[in-house]
């Protein structure tokens, strides 16, 4: 009786991005006007923001594998992302030919120029923003470490120098063997336990110390959250971290729910998953997500049951509904390029409606722990082991899913898993929704539709026709033109810093120490980073809104589209952190980060900044303005910030003893920490 | 684009498609939506809104059931597993409605006849049937407008606060907030905020002017405590006003701007507060301190304390008890949040009472969906129509105030595999709702004083309803 609404077929990548040189083309008449005004670095008339090489003149704009890379400086002919030896041996096959993807400067033939172009291009990205020969500055590695990590150091600024590459500097950080969650918050624990029991005199009464650890024990969240805060801020794995915490944010499970609060190991053992496969298959990672219990208990997709008519019992809806709206495809029918689609009536297309919902829920049936029956009370579940299926209460009759394509009856529960998830992870939504948050996570809040189309067709096809390399996608979100320019493309590129991240950057940027026996549940052998707010580092979020896997609900701590009243929702543009942007979470963020500038001490009982390289500039403002605004602000501070912070430092009532040069220092962390140059991370 | 033309455009065209009687005419008072066509100056009353947004989706089927013994049985045949036993209920006044056992005080207050219930409300643009819905499934088009992304917490929680469907560039002023925009004009001290929110961030209270100002529960309002004019150590003066300097510097980005005011609107929207608050009276009424929610309402009712203090004539709050979305476990964290909602009201109510403004404060809930009538095993799904709370001493208690949800054995039909319980159901026991969210915040607005043609421009589809006034609270 349901007509399914038909969708239009998937259209093939290339068949998209032939598109792009036409538009290019009619957009150069446009840009030849313009250019001055827009910004033209290369001088050959098209603009920054239009430019597919923003950094050599090529006028001809030629494109000739459709990747959004100009000729001029795509060097990287198997687009596998950097410019190599297999490169090499490419234009060697090509020499004498006409090309084309090899005719780099529009010559008609492939010859020693080209060749030259290449060599200038070794060992780097391609892309519009890839300058042949030209270092990487100190600034530009601190932005792109803001990007890339939980905060830029002076080490990691250097290493990104010495490179000179940002495609090499990815190469290593996803070659870097992973931080491990599940072992750090269990040892941790067991650490507790071992120092509880042992210790002579006793610390505690024994039967006050916790149980000893066993496979299916779990416990309060905080040991995960010491060890996150832990790896997040000393870790060397920066850039897979930095991606686990940002699709922490898309594929939500929370502490927030009662199921999860007492999990710290199921907590942990999910965010393992996520750093598992950061640089993995979105396709793999949506199936292991799928049968991990945390996200099984937190959205009850674990011992759902098919329907029993005669108790009017359904299946549940709840994983069904978030796997389609958030978790892949969202609720309204996108372009390659993340805008929305229109019907006749100018009117967004739904992706799927109720229907499809039970359809998927029906799906979803028949997965329970892995060690326990079916009936046997959850709090004995494993929280860490992938869930198994239970035929009994799998719903085997057919079902009709996505784009009309129907499921026979008689399957198992793993076999009608694997195709509805082949089914989702076919959806054209996926690329362009994906795309779209996740550069949300890393770079702008406003990306132009063709940053988002270029990063979902990298997600359609990673070069080596693979469909959902994640590796890929953020190699593409980084290293986009747009990304690298920054607000020269886009006057409006950037995202408010939300609140976990400004405090991990200060941590980082000032080598912060954590603090031995730290919290009351480590022993006095274990370090942890601390705070002073009421809950402790590991209960900020109630103070500050935010901590990890701790949202209030599965929307996350915001929205992808929220944009505050006032000139950002008139624009048309989104702000999605500002929905944690109140009156009493900005003043806790503030007074927490200050506290820490101001108070914390060495040897003290709170999280301790070292502030000597700062101390020892302090009799120089200009060096030590300098030496902030490269940490902090990546270079980019405005003469106003900076007048205002020398004018400050420059204020007598700063006793030149030690306690006035560190007043000073203090003050013009505060002063910047604290200013919309650097809340806005651009 | 402003959000209302938005949708009398779209409504325009689905009229037009469907050869609707109703005209462009009609339309006409929506696309012009502009601040204040009345003038509110005049008001001398102190009057408040507190809104108690029930995040996630709350269960009106197993708090407010009917007791009636034939009624009953219909909803225990329907609920099955999940059914309150009838014994376990408490009868309110005219035994129709038969409380949850965890409501026992917000009985009380029913009995009391200073709360009332009001059936059968959900987002809703128009009069419609379950068939529009299914004909929109089935050809992508319907004869009604048809609110948008039903069952999706976030889309049916922005639109129980704004009315109509947000798009990109559209401005997102909720019903509160374009209330406040009006109301302000009452207020003799109109640099005060107006709208308060003890949990973050909501469109309901934010208007074209409006703002809500956020408040931590249960604390004093905090202060920027680096940047304050403190003498120790010395510098700190010079500190704080070199921030003075760079929050108060324009800014070209968008965001680095919003960045700006929003820290130094903070900074000084706080100072005013907490030094109103340093002569707030003390509250002896008790309250559970444990409880987020009950924090919350605490907060309310100390900022309630000091109205006259700061000159506020009208004053909207929005306050939030989340975790309703139960799929799963429903008897035990449904009870559980009925217990803590039931206990926050009441003590709030005699918190009002004892600041003398008991009739002055009018509380009411709203959450985007009730549930599904039927389980899902051990929970239950996303639903539609649902019985919401009003509480105070204006509203006409005592009383259930509308037509409720009508459900049946019978079997009415099928639609995708599901038994149709009743004429208004859309399957699964997820029914279209009488009375439109529109018409509850009318009711509400028409108490707070709004008048004449603002109605129509703060709820853009109350035209589409015979009946603007849903009659809940006492005749002025």
Known sequence: MKTPKSAPPRAHAWIRLRAVPAVCSLAVLLAVQSARAAGDADGDGVADTLDNCSAIANLDQRDTDGDGFGNRCDTDLNNDGVTNGIDVGLIRAAFGSAGPLADFNGDKVVNGVDVGILRAYFGKAPGPGAVPGEPITAQQAARFLTQASFGPTATEISRLQTLNDYGAWIDQEIAKSRTLYLNGSRSMYADYYTWCTTTVPPPLPLDQCPAPLADTLDTWRDYFRHVWWLRAVQGQDQLRQRMAFALSQILVVSDKSPNLADSAFGLASYYDLLGRLAFGNYRELLEEVALHPAMGLYLSMLRNQKADPERNVRPDENFARELLQLFTLGVHELNADGTLKHDAFGEPIPTYDQTTIQEFARVFTGWNFANIPWDEWQGNGNRTVKMVPVAAYHDTASKLLLQNVSLPGGRSAQQDLDAALDNVFAHPNLGPFLAGQLIKRFTTSNPTPAYVARVAAVFNDNGSGVRGDLGAVLRAILLDREARQGTAAVPSFGKLREPVLRMTQLFRAFGARPVPGGDWDVPPTVAVFNTPSSRGLRGIDADIGQNVLSSPSVFNFFRPDYAPAGPIASAGLTAPEFQLWTENTVMASTNLLNFHVEYAESGGYWTYLNLSTELSLATQPANLVDRLDLLLTNGSMSAALRQTLLSRLADPIYPSSAEGRLGKVRDAIELIVNSPEYLVQK | ?476
């Open chain 2, 1 to 476: 684009m402003d959000g209302s033309n938005e949708v009398s455009r779209r409504d325009f065209l689905h009229r037009l498609a469907a050869g609707s009687a109703l005209g462009f005419a009609a339309q006409l008072p929506l696309m012009s939506r502009a601040l204040a066509a009345e003038n509110y100056s005049g008001l001398s009353d102190y009057k408040s809104l507190v809104c108690v947004y029930l995040n996630g989706g709350m269960d009106s089927h197993n708090a407010f059931v009917p007791y009636a013994s034939a009624r009953y049985a219909e909803y225990a045949a329907l609920r099955q597993g999940l059914a309150i036993p009838r014994a376990s209920l408490l009868p309110g006044t005219g035994n129709v409605i038969g409380f949850h056992p965890g409501l026992a005080p917000v009985r009380t207050l029913f009995n009391e006849g200073k709360l009332a219930l009001v059936a059968n409300l959900g987002n809703l643009f128009e009069p419609m049937a379950p068939q529009h819905l299914f004909d929109y499934y089935e050809t992508g088009n319907s004869a009604v407008e048809i609110p948008h992304e039903l069952y999706s917490h976030s889309h049916q929680t922005e639109l129980i606060q704004l009315n109509f469907i947000r798009r990109p560039g559209s401005i997102a002023a909720g019903w509160g907030g374009q209330m406040g925009d009006r109301l302000i004009a009452a207020n003799v001290n109109q640099s005060f905020p107006l709208a308060y929110t003890l949990a973050g961030s909501n469109y309901w209270q934010t208007g074209l002017n409006t703002r809500p100002f956020s408040v931590q529960p249960g604390q004093d309002i905090p202060r920027f405590e680096e940047f304050s004019s403190d003498s120790w150590p010395p510098w700190e003066p010079g500190r704080s006003a070199s921030w003075g300097e760079i929050l108060a510097r324009s800014y070209a980005h968008p965001l680095e701007a919003q960045a700006a005011s929003a820290m130094s609107g903070t900074r000084q929207r706080s100072d005013l507060m907490r030094a109103a608050l340093a002569g707030a009276p003390q509250i002896t009424t008790p309250y559970n301190a444990e409880s987020w929610f009950e924090s919350q309402l605490r907060s309310v009712a100390r900022l309630i304390s000091i109205r006259q203090q700061v000159g506020m004539r009208r004053q909207l709050f929005f306050v939030e008890l989340g975790g309703w979305d139960t799929h799963s476990q429903h008897l035990q964290w449904h009870g559980e949040l009925l217990v803590e909602l039931a206990n926050g009201l009441f003590n709030f109510q005699r918190t009002l009472q004892e600041l003398a403004v008991e009739s002055s404060v009018t509380t009411f809930t709203f959450t985007e969906f009730n549930r599904t009538l039927t389980i899902n095993g051990d929970g239950t799904d996303h639903g539609w129509a649902g019985d919401q709370i009003v509480m105070g001493g204006a509203v006409d208690g005592g009383k259930v105030h509308g037509t409720p949800i009508a459900y049946s054995t019978a079997n009415t039909g099928e639609h995708w595999g599901d038994t149709l319980f009743g004429p208004a159901d859309t399957g699964a026991g997820r029914f279209v709702p009488q009375y439109s969210m529109d018409q509850y915040g009318a009711t509400l607005a028409k108490w707070m004083g709004i008048k004449g043609t603002d109605f129509n421009a703060i709820f853009p589809n109350l035209a589409n309803f015979t009946q603007p006034d849903l009659g809940f609270m006492k005749p002025a």
